[in-house]
């Protein structure tokens, strides 16, 4: 084994609904030193040995390993042999997570560890798996933050230059929609539920802070779309270790919120993962309103169309 691929075994403490004392402790020493949202080119980075965790899938909850190493091809999944590259034109599945395949091989749920990688400034990471989900750890990036923190990040000798959104753009779903306009970046985003617990949250995120304001924000949802999501094979992991569970008034989880408008933080790590298929900061202004995985990769396509036109 080379001396910078040691193998660091990480057990996911994180199994409580709240941010424990280490937690904590864990986040005030955490730096987020990216540039992403800097017209100057970005070094690549990548981790600088490997490190492993487990856990069970939220939708399939079925228990998979998974091994975060070093590398210098930008950010690479890979199960049973086949290597599956995080770009947007690899996803084939937007319900209610983000999936990608290739060659007959799919991995679900990489939105989260995806936000992290962005948070983190990683630019390069090879991600092997034995399953077909990413483990749903607590629901959040947060997990995936302290691996990287654990294996260290690590500068490659390669620089990333932002992609320079020149015209204004959008995409747009059922009553929902993303735009990007010129300018430097920030992602202003918002929901709207009938559910009183929740309602219209907003939220705008200017590049800073990932570590300590969006990534402890676990997934959610409603009690009562839960059957429905169960019969269609979805959330069949998830409970109250890994997701915000509500009812019509409010959080079931015992511990209740992280964050008062938690939903909407989670909402933005699952874009900035989304987005992050880019592999590269995009200089421009989003706009998302009550938006899902299909909206934010469409965006990820169509800003990569204006990458090519200006390559
Ligand atoms: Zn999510």
Known sequence: ????????????????????????????????????NNLEPMRRKTIAGAITSGGFGLHSGEYAEMTLSPYDSGIVFKR?????????????????????????????????LMSALYGMGITDCMIEISGDEIPSMDGSALPFVQMIQAAEVKELDGETKPIVIDKPMSVEGEHAWIKVDPGMFSLSYEISFDNV????????????????EIAP??????????????????ALGGGFHNALIFNDNKPLNPDGRRFKDECIRHKVLDMLGDLWLLGRPVLGGFHAYRANHGLHVAMALKVKEVAHERR
Do not use: W
Not at 217 to 232: C, E, I, N, P, Y
């Open 80 to 112: 049973n042999g086949v290597e599956i590259p995080a770009i947007p034109e690899n996803v084939i599945d937007t319900r209610l997570n983000t999936t990608l395949g290739t060659g007959g091989v799919s991995i679900a749920t990489v939105e989260h």
């Open 217 to 234: 924000a676990r997934t959610f949802g409603l009690l009562s779309d839960v059957k429905d999501m169960v019969s269609m094979g979805f």
């Open 197 to 212: 617990a929740i309602g219209r949250q907003t939220y705008m995120y200017e590049g800073k802070g990932y570590v300590q």
């Open 1 to 36: 084994m080379r001396k910078d691929n040691r193998k660091i075994v990480l057990r996911c403490q994180i199994e409580i609904q709240g941010l424990s004392k280490d937690t904590n402790r864990a986040i005030i020493h955490l730096t987020n030193s990216c540039k992403l």
